[in-house]
């Protein structure tokens, strides 16, 4: 089933336990230290591949070190990244993450080549070859918000491809401009903070709904330890969150996307394909990093 991620790619660089920031030149010793590839298309990319998919990828990076390592991380899970730019003088996109013991995490970032993707970076040919396509992060990733964009992905959606659109950011101008991909996507997952942000609405329903009417499917938006708000056109479900052992959150909206779509591409009906990414987001919160925890997809699906 190939499907094809498109916008942020991040290395992640995360350490916990964390409980403060040393003064001077001190140390604290912690348990654990990762990089991972991260961002709303490499981390949900990995986490696709994880649950069975073939998955290609394009976005931009940098012609770094860590736009090397990124590249080489993830083929070595599995993503094909021939369709991934690199920029001459920018930086790749990269963050730390300092997780808290409750698994919180305050971050450190730079933006980096991700701010520079255009429509002019992306394959037509390949995106019209996959059974899905996921956007991720299109409020950083404002270049894309191109007509040419726009009418390929009507193309795309009524040739039966489906199309999703997670977010990166809390910033409201950003969100704002990513809005006007909503009337081109099947299916849209902000996170509460996210959905909010975007309408002015004071309830996560009263945004759904308002999101819904600018033209996808469906909205689902994801609320933390209190599961996901599934709204369709006849439709409005609450998900619970499955319990487990929080280690970091870091990456989990991009495992519950992942999970979403591959229950999608299985057939599955919209809330059973919500308990998909719910059952991958519960696996990946269980350790360090955006694909902690998660494997494959029969040991994902036997949470549920």
């Known amino acids: 089933m190939t499907v094809v991620t498109v916008g942020v790619h991040i290395v992640d660089i995360l350490a916990r336990p964390v409980s403060y920031i040393p003064e001077n030149q001190d140390t604290v010793l912690v348990d654990q230290i990762r990089i991972t590839a991260a961002g709303a298309a490499a981390g949900t990319a990995v986490d696709l591949v994880k649950l069975g998919n073939d ?16 590249l080489a991380l993830l083929t070595k899970r599995g993503v094909d990244v021939s369709h991934l730019v690199r920029r001459t003088g920018e930086q790749t996109s990269a963050s730390i993450l300092p997780i808290r013991r409750d698994g919180g995490r305050p971050s450190f970032h730079v933006p980096g080549a991700n701010l520079s993707l255009t429509y002019a970076d992306l394959d037509a040919g390949v995106l019209r070859g996959a059974r899905a396509v996921h956007l991720g992060g299109m409020d950083v990733t404002f270049g894309l918000g191109d007509p040419a964009f726009f009418a390929l992905l009507d193309e795309l959606r009524a ?6 659109m997670d977010l990166l950011s809390e910033m409201p101008d950003l969100l704002g401009l990513a809005r006007a991909f909503l009337p081109h996507v099947d299916y ?7 959905a909010l942000l975007m309408t002015g609405a004071t309830g996560t329903a009263e945004a759904a709904r308002a999101l819904l009417a600018d033209g996808p499917r469906g909205v689902l938006v994801t609320l933390g330890e209190s599961g996901s708000l599934v709204v369709t056109g006849d439709l409005t479900e609450r998900v619970p969150a499955i319990k487990t052992e929080v280690a970091d959150t870091t990456g989990c909206g991009d495992a519950y996307c992942a999970g979403f779509l591959t229950g999608l591409l299985h057939g599955q009906e919209v809330p059973v394909a919500a308990r998909w990414g719910t059952a991958a987001a519960a696996r990946v919160a269980t350790g360090l990093g955006s694909d902690a925890g998660l494997t494959d997809l029969a040991s994902t699906l036997s949470l549920l």
């Open 55 to 70: 998955v290609v990828t394009m976005g931009a990076l940098g012609d770094d070190e860590l736009g090397d390592f990124l």
């Open 159 to 164: 040739s039966g491809t489906i199309v999703t």
């Open 188 to 194: 849209v997952l902000p996170n509460e903070a996210q």
